[in-house]
């Protein structure tokens, strides 16, 4: 068990509604509908995995629902809040990893969750308590001084879900959380979003990898093409066969590689 005395969300909360409820949420860019009028609840408590091949609408939809990017159509509840109608009391309930957002990374690791802790309205004294407890659970306690931008990859994502948890949110929305994170640092996050939602939090992440939402999750979407084509338990989803069988059923494509027939030959 992590020892992060701010992780237990609050029981007892007045909420009825799900942790997250989205009604007709759409974005276009352009002609290209990227996410098309979509409903979508994320039950609280759960740990809901959102997956989908490349351009299906994951990033676009997750950022409409904690408040980076203006749906054209429809809404997204977070906690009973409405984020684009409410979106100082749904953002104080969100925490939230980014894919591809700009960091401060001229800021070291404990700076710059310290920061994020300051900007949440933490005190100095219990945002720098924060920081390096979870820094210390990540295994960055040795990084924490050195600049971000010196961080690998895998750092980097662990140094913004740092920044992500520090205020104690009660729903996190993380966008590949897994990727670039080496095996030993995957089981330490997956610990510590495994003991948030023990103690009542909701995680939403998106991943392309199958077999990993179905170890770890209890919740599955698929999304393509800006739809939403099944959702549900992980077991209600998969239906009796693997996420990944079923995925491919769903999704639809043929997985038979035609042409580049001058990649398989030795010859010149
Ligand atoms: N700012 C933008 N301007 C124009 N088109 C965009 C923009 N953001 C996303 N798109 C397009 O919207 C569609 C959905 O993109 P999105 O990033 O939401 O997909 P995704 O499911 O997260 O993909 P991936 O798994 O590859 O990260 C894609 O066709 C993408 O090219």
Redesign the pocket.
């Known amino acids: 068990m992590t020892d992060l005395s701010m992780l237990p969300p609050p029981a007892g909360e007045a909420v009825r509604g799900p942790a997250i409820a989205v009604r007709g949420l759409g974005k276009r860019?352009?002609d290209?509908i990227?996410?098309n009028g979509i409903d979508l609840d994320v039950p609280r408590g759960s740990f809901f995995g959102l997956v989908?091949?490349?351009?299906?609408?994951?990033?676009?939809?997750l950022s409409m629902v904690t408040g980076l990017l203006r749906p054209d159509a429809g809404t997204a509840m977070v906690l009973d809040h409405d984020v684009w109608a409410d979106p100082v009391e749904a953002k104080r309930l969100l925490g939230i990893l980014p894919?591809g957002l700009r960091i401060f990374d001229r800021l070291t690791g404990l700076q710059l969750v310290t920061y994020a802790g300051l900007l949440r309205g933490l005190s100095r004294e219990v945002a720098t308590k924060r920081a390096t407890e979870l820094l210390r659970a990540l295994g960055l306690e040795d990084a924490q001084d050195k600049l971000v931008v010196d961080y690998s990859a895998g750092m980097t994502k662990k140094v913004t879900l740092a920044s992500a948890l520090v205020h104690g949110p009660r729903v996190l929305v993380l966008d590949?959380p897994f990727e670039a994170v080496d095996p030993v640092s995957a089981t330490t996050i997956r610990g510590i979003l495994a003991d948030f939602v023990s103690a009542g939090g909701t995680v939403v992440l998106?991943s392309?990898v199958m077999d990993l939402v179905e170890r770890i999750c209890s919740h599955v979407a698929v999304?393509a093409r800006?739809e939403v084509l099944a959702t549900g338990t992980v077991d209600e989803v998969r239906a009796g066969e693997s996420l990944e069988e079923r995925f491919v059923d769903l999704v639809g494509g043929s997985t038979e590689v035609e042409g580049l027939e001058w990649l398989r030959t030795s010859s010149d």
Do not use: I, M, Q, R
């Open positions: 860019f352009g290209l990227a996410v989908g091949p490349n351009g299906a609408g994951k990033t676009t939809t894919d590949e998106s392309h999304l800006g």
